[in-house]
């Protein structure tokens, strides 16, 4: 009896919860078929609570849960074919993502907090950020008159939170060039895992290579 009451007491918590909640869709005003979909606390709408998703050009590209606007449980990143391609648990701070070992794709376990120090962790699929670029990156009129071609590196900064918080040229061509990599670089939804230096999450830069080439 005391088992079934707990059950009920829960089950009441739980759609009292939702009933508290809203889902919110917000569309990306740069990228077409962008947008996130999640729920938010009826009398707190800045406090995320409850799943969470992002489709990215009309393609799954995130999937989770929030609690108390922190992720919480599992969460994955999809690549192009909306296929598993890094799952990150928040609860036990496992990261599982594919590995090639020749033809074969393996699942590889690794901790967020690692034995060694370690850079950045991009979850996003390397997929969803050529996609991106690969239709919506403009060829600079200048570069292309004067046939500028090569490739711009974009330094990413990136907090012990996990959150972008600049961009910057690491590597220039030209200023037409540059621009047009800050710019597409800016317009793609990237999430990170930090890095760790004697197992404390520190700010890092990620490299972001935008190639550029006339045909």
Known sequence: MPKLSLLLLCLIASLHLHAQAKKIKVKDEH???TYEVFTVLEYNPDVKE??????????????????ENRRGGLWTWYNGDEEPGCMVNY?????HYY?????????YDESIVY???????????????????AKNLR????????????????????NPMGNITGYKVATSMDSSL???ALNIAKLIPLDFIPAYKNGHAVTD???????FELR
């Open 31 to 33: 990228l077409k078929h």
């Open 50 to 67: 409850g799943p969470y998703k992002r489709v990215v050009q009309g393609k799954l590209a995130v999937e989770g849960m929030y609690h």
């Open 91 to 95: 609860n036990t701070g496992i990261v």
């Open 99 to 107: 590995v090639r070992n020749g033809f074969f794709l393996n699942w």
């Open 115 to 133: 034995e060694k120090d370690r850079s950045v962790i991009l979850l996003t699929s390397e997929d969803v950020r050529n996609d991106v670029i």
């Open 139 to 158: 060829y600079p009129d200048y570069a292309r008159k004067n046939n500028l071609q090569g490739r711009v590196v974009i330094g990413i900064t990136v």
């Open 178 to 180: 540059d621009n047009a």
């Open 205 to 211: 830069e990620y490299l972001l290579p935008v190639g």
